[in-house]
């Protein structure tokens, strides 16, 4: 396997002499200015194209005009024909093909799979702007369009949908994406390195079918691959040895007479010299070492098998000790070498040092893009993440080590969006990435680091090997604060607070100087055994980090507050379990204005939970313990309703629910009681849901009622915004009074 090679080390494409470009061309007339005749790259996105490195078409556009390519991009193209992807011309050595940041499918629908009206990587976030599955509809126009060039597919679409796959939108399991797309290959993860590789080995000649030992590719392979020693892992339960059963009727004392020996054969004698002769043997290293997993045909009719299959996906993402893979389609097999090296902050920084205009390219005009409105104003500071959620996809994307950026390169990102981006104040919005606080954490040993196979650093509890030094992140916060124009770094990304409580020095200079009045952190859960099916610590991290949070903001003289995010409908998730979360919340004063359900996004770990009922976090077997899913709508629905006890339009489901669980005596008018008996009367009565907000005025005596959390302000309804973390009203929230463990709050019910 092709070793990393530094981004720096590929001898420049000869168009080098062309320069960088304002932006990225998306029309002819773009080329013709900057004196193109062709592109020698063409990125097909899903996405507008925005110049900015938090855009995926952006950041590798800009790496390989970098290494000398001229790269023109299609964004959000005409899909109904191949007219739109044929309007750059034909490039010269591949088109690069990518859904957008999003999975389309994700970006489409709900996790009810409802359509979704808008989208928020387009202009004026209109939907309808790319198709279902956009990475197989836009391979094959580009292969519709120019048949004789190569396509390489991309982008967390082709990344997580690179192996057999369960898609929750078919309810079934689909073949790799690379076999439905016919792509020429796939890159997965962030793949600036492979991208690097594979552009320049195309630029010299080699055809795309010899590219076969690039980390982070897969690729259809239809020879042997010499000098590679197979590992059989298709399939589970084998049985071991069977000895022949020993007549009931044979005196074993006498040993001439046990069928067992008799059939062993002669004997040697104890004092005879036996020579055993040493084969030699190919030497057989994980380097040389592939995988097979069971076939598309097995995993898509055997649970057990494909559990099994992510299971050992799972088992093979350290780039240190990861194996390559392969799994057959049909008559062909599907080949996956071992993720790739991470990027050195050397490496980090060349990339995000690229000129990036940071605006969206001038063809859209005025027109608002929400995803870039949202991020215009962060710096991304490093990339990857250990916690290893299993409802989460960033460590089979990002990868579980850090890839960080120094410090200096993000000080220069800041001082360049304070002088090139339109409506700067002074605030940048978030110093964050994946999780905002793993900045510069790894593992104490680089040995240890790269033979560790567990799927988390932080579950079930911090690892001892692992580095919880803060003192980084809190010295880049300061230097930021510090830069002239900058008048507030505030930190939006989510929070990793099991890790935060080791460091109270960093916990105290967040909250006294980066929150922006709210706070979001995510338990996810109360219960254990949902926690352990999600890889989450116990809700006791979180009641210690929200100790250290109120104490320090009470130091700081500021009113802050904490919103815990909640999902309903995870795999392993009981109805029991959702009416103690609701209890807690209620014990806690909690009310939460939105609320997710449990999305199975491709090659999750908790996606084959919820397809196979088996849990691939322990050896997979015909006999494991299963794991039950919500699959019902109703009963997804219940749950979600869970988390907002306090809506009356769910307190008729919830009291059903509570006496079929043979908890009627949360029913009733008091402190005790979950929800009330009456029903309000429906006319004249909105939904706290609604608008996500709630109606002013809506409490007893006119007093707001308090929302997402206890002593959160409504949102004003006027579409004005609060300025800081000040109430709505002018005046402080009430408080819920603390109480003794196994109370409960009150929380008197909304009336109409």
């Known amino acids: 396997m092709q070793q990393a090679k530094p981004l720096f080390d590929h001898p420049k494409y000869w168009a080098e002499c062309f320069g960088p470009s304002p932006f990225l061309p998306m029309s002819r007339e773009e080329m013709d200015q900057l004196g193109w005749d062709s592109c020698d790259i063409i990125i097909v996105t899903g996405d507008a194209y925005v110049d900015h490195p938090s855009f995926g078409m952006a950041v590798i556009g800009r790496l390989l005009e970098g290494q000398g390519f001229r790269v023109g991009i299609i964004a959000q193209p005409d899909w109904s024909s191949k007219d739109d992807f044929m309007k750059l011309g034909k490039p010269n050595l591949f088109f690069g093909v990518a859904a957008g940041n999003m999975d389309s499918m994700i970006n489409r629908y709900t996790a009810d799979r409802k359509p979704r009206s808008d989208d928020a990587y387009t202009p004026g976030g209109m939907g309808g702007k790319r198709p279902d599955r956009a990475s197989l509809v836009y391979t094959h126009r580009c292969k519709e369009a120019f048949g004789d060039v190569p396509v390489v597919l991309g982008g967390i679409e082709a990344s997580l949908r690179r192996i057999a796959h369960y898609d929750y939108w078919q309810d079934k399991v689909r073949k790799s994406i690379l076999v439905d797309s016919g792509a020429d290959i796939l890159l997965y993860g962030n793949a600036e390195r492979a991208i690097a590789d594979v552009a320049n080995r195309l630029s010299l000649g080699h055809p795309v079918e010899s590219i076969t030992d690039v980390r982070g590719t897969a690729f259809i392979r239809r020879d042997s691959a010499e000098g590679f020693y197979e590992l059989d892992s298709t399939r589970v339960d084998r049985p071991g040895r069977v000895d022949k059963l020993i007549s009931p009727y044979v005196n074993t004392q006498e040993l001439q007479s046990c069928a067992t020996t008799q059939e062993a054969g002669p004997q040697a004698e104890s004092d005879e010299t036996v020579v055993v002769d040493l084969l030699p043997s190919s030497k057989v290293t994980r380097g040389n070492t592939v995988i097979r997993l069971p076939s598309f045909e097995k995993v898509r009719n055997d649970p057990v098998l494909y559990a099994h299959a992510n299971r050992v996906l799972h088992q093979e993402t350290n780039p240190g000790n990861a194996r390559s893979m392969v799994q057959k389609h049909g008559e062909h097999d599907v080949w996956f070498t071992p993720?790739?090296?991470p990027l050195t902050t050397e490496e980090m920084d060349y990339v995000f040092d690229q000129p990036f205009a940071r605006v969206p390219h001038p063809s859209y005009g005025d027109e608002k893009i929400p995803a870039y409105d949202m991020i215009r104003f962060s710096v991304n500071i490093m990339r990857g993440c250990f916690g290893g959620c299993t409802f989460c996809?960033?460590?089979?994307?990002e990868g579980r080590i850090i890839q960080n950026r120094s410090e200096d390169s993000i000080l220069r990102e800041i001082e360049a969006m304070r002088d090139k981006v339109p409506g700067f104040t002074g605030v940048v919005s978030d110093l964050g990435g994946p999780t905002a606080n793993m900045y510069r954490i790894a593992c104490k040993s680089p040995e240890i680091e790269s033979a560790c196979r567990k799927p988390s650093c932080v579950y079930p509890g911090i690892c001892d090997n692992l580095n919880t030094d803060h003192s980084a992140l809190i010295q880049l916060y300061r230097n930021a604060r510090e830069l002239p124009g900058v008048k507030k770094v505030l930190i939006a990304s989510g929070l990793r607070y099991d890790l935060a409580v080791e460091s109270p020095e960093y916990v105290k200079e967040l909250v006294t100087h980066h929150v922006g009045g709210y706070l979001k952190i995510a338990p996810e859960h109360t219960e254990e055994g949902v926690l352990d099916k999600m890889m989450k610590p116990g809700i006791g991290s979180y009641d210690r980090f929200k100790q250290m949070f109120e104490k320090y903001t009470k130091e700081a003289g500021k009113e802050q507050y904490l919103i815990p995010y909640f999902i309903a409908a995870h795999p392993?998730?009981?109805d029991e379990d959702m009416m103690n979360l609701a209890l807690w919340l209620k014990s806690k004063g909690f009310r939460a204005d939105q609320v997710q359900a449990f999305y199975p996004s491709p090659m999750a770990t908790a996606t084959t939970m919820y397809h196979t009922g088996r849990n691939p976090l322990r050896k997979v077997t015909y006999k494991s313990d299963k794991v039950d899913s919500v699959k019902d709508p109703a009963?997804?629905?219940?749950?979600?309703?869970?988390?907002?006890?306090?809506?009356?339009?769910?307190?008729?489901m919830l009291r059903e629910a509570l006496e079929r669980m043979g908890r009627a005596d949360l029913i009733g008018n008091g402190r005790k009681h979950l929800i009330p008996i009456y029903q309000p009367a429906t006319e004249g009565y909105h939904s706290a849901r609604r608008k996500n907000s709630t109606p002013p005025g809506a409490g007893k005596g006119g007093r707001p009622l308090l929302t997402q959390h206890t002593g959160l302000p409504?949102?004003?309804t006027d579409g004005s915004k609060n300025g800081g973390s000040k109430p709505a009203t002018g005046r402080?929230?009430?408080?819920?009074?603390?109480?003794?463990?196994?109370?409960v709050a009150r929380q008197r019910p909304v009336r109409s």
């Open 572 to 574: 392993g998730t009981t």
């Open 714 to 716: 409504p949102r004003s």
């Open 393 to 397: 996809s960033i460590t089979e994307h």
């Open 339 to 341: 993720p790739p090296i």
């Open 732 to 743: 402080p929230p009430a408080r819920v009074k603390a109480r003794r463990p196994g109370k």
């Open 635 to 652: 009963q997804r629905r219940l749950h979600k309703a869970f988390l907002r006890y306090h809506d009356p339009k769910n307190w008729p």
